[in-house]
């Protein structure tokens, strides 16, 4: 069965929330984002993953000044997990820092229905740090 048109607005809404809750600093509404088991795998970065959004909360306010004070999302791509477990989405970030400089990341969620609505129950987040994929 393929994933209702009012299940790809959700999920896209969810992922573009992100962004809006981490610029505004609202990171005590994560909760609309993330199951409260969530996997945050930023080992890509160098960091070992973030499990709950009270780590994740953490980990941003840590950051500082260093965080990127624009998270834009793009490119959404959504495919049904093939157990009905959920959804895949992978997604294009784009981060602006507060100095002008910016990069980019892939995300790659699995995104679940809870009794609240749709929410991100694994995140991965992988850099971009060459082009054509590294080739």
Known sequence: MALAAEDRTAIAELLALHGHLFDEGELHRLDELFTA???YD?????QPPLKGVRAI???AFALGEAIPVGHHVTNIVLTELPDGGGVHARSKGIGVNADGTCGTVTYEDTVVRAADGWRIS??????????????
């Open 37 to 39: 088991d969530v996997v």
């Open 122 to 135: 694994h995140r991965r987040v992988l850099a971009r740090r060459a082009p054509l994929g590294g080739r």
């Open 57 to 59: 909360s953490e980990a």
């Open 42 to 46: 930023v080992s890509d970065f160098g």
